[in-house]
């Protein structure tokens, strides 16, 4: 699943539709299918109201909350948010024409096209369809961004986490499942958790209140740096991960625990399902 950087790349990729108006809006059968069945819709609004909203309006800013991207789309009455999640395998391509998308399964898999007024298309494909796509008058409408902490960009974020980690909510919780939680930092999911927590030496199952300050700050610094050198290489992509160009993201081969044998140290890893995610880590490093 795209995590923080991933989605941040995508976000930054997507500007060249910034100013550009969205002239209709294509919706694949599947998305019909779903939404009758109640099952995986990505779409979540009623359908035809979802198209009606949408189309005619400019694309005048597009941003980031964790790994949600949102879109602010405008009219001369009304800006409306447009919020969405890429799921497990959810990607955008801009294209001139839908056959430029190189990758069959992201062709066969498409769900949202978007017609542009400059003769492109932003085609949104998601193969497994667990990605969302919704609209809102006001970003504090959506529930997770009104909960959501602050960027581990933003001056306020540490201070954040800190408070967050040092109430009662998370005493008794692993510290992976804490870092996992965007109320507490946004954008950390199961790769860069245990990345993070490699670095900073912390086992991803010590609870949270048997972490002192300094160590918290430690983890703090180690996701802030994760997440930085993610930026740089592209992303990961473990599966279906994808630029809006097409192309696949190179963090993996940087990876010192995740879906590995051995640490850097040539430790053996172990492995365990917290949280039902496949947790990396090395008893002899990460304490």
């Known amino acids: 699943m795209p995590e923080l950087p991933e989605v941040e790349l995508v976000k930054r990729e997507l500007t060249p539709v910034i100013n550009l108006k969205i002239t209709d809006v294509l919706l694949s059968e599947h998305i019909y299918n779903g939404h009758k069945s109640n099952k995986r819709t990505i779409v979540k609004d009623d359908l035809e109201t979802f198209k009606e909203i949408v189309t005619g309006k400019t694309i005048t800013h597009i941003g980031r909350r964790g790994k949600y991207l949102y879109f602010l789309i405008n009219d001369e009455y009304k800006t409306t948010h447009l919020v969405s999640h890429l799921g497990m395998s959810g990607a955008y391509f801009i294209v001139s024409d839908f056959e430029d998308i190189k990758e069959n399964n992201f062709k066969k898999h498409w769900q949202v096209i978007f017609s ?75 790769i860069y958790a245990v990345e993070s927590l490699y670095l900073s030496h912390i086992l991803p199952t010590r609870k949270v209140k048997n972490v002192s300050d300094k160590r918290l ?71």
């Open 116 to 190: 542009l007024d400059n003769g492109q298309k932003l085609v949104y494909s998601d193969i497994r369809r667990f990605g969302e796509m919704h609209t809102h008058d006001s970003l504090s409408d959506f529930p997770p961004f009104a909960r959501m902490a602050p960027e581990y960009t933003d001056a306020l974020s540490f201070d954040h986490y800190m408070q967050m980690l040092r109430t009662k909510k998370y005493a008794e919780k692993p510290i992976k499942v804490a870092i996992m939680d965007g109320e507490v930092i946004p954008g950390v999911g199961n």
């Open 217 to 287: 700050l430690e983890l703090f610094d180690r996701i802030t740096e994760v997440f930085e050198l993610s930026l740089t290489r592209g992303g990961s992509t473990i599966s279906d991960y994808r630029s809006v160009t097409g192309g696949k993201g190179e963090m993996q081969n940087s990876f010192s625990v995740y879906q590995r044998e051995e640490c850097p140290l040539g430790h053996p890893l172990t492995t365990k399902v917290i949280s039902t995610r496949n947790t990396f880590y090395c008893t002899t490093c990460q304490r």
